[in-house]
């Protein structure tokens, strides 16, 4: 079974708002050049969730960070 890793438990590890949290993905999407596997992995209308350790997991944690 793999881990799933949703935008709640990102905001809760990194103590940040959940909307602010989806401004910043959502801005980060657009960006496929500076953040190509989170821009693939998007889907509009669905839930932010990524694999554990997968490309587009680190990309959603940097932006974040930012």
Sequence with gaps: MSDIITLKTLCEELKIDPREAREKL???ARDAKSHPELAK???PRSPWQWLKGS???KEAVV???R
Excluded: F, G, M, W
């Design 41 to 43: 992995a998007r889907t």
């Design 63 to 65: 932006a974040l960070e």
């Design 26 to 28: 959502r801005a980060a």
């Design 55 to 57: 490309a587009a997991h």
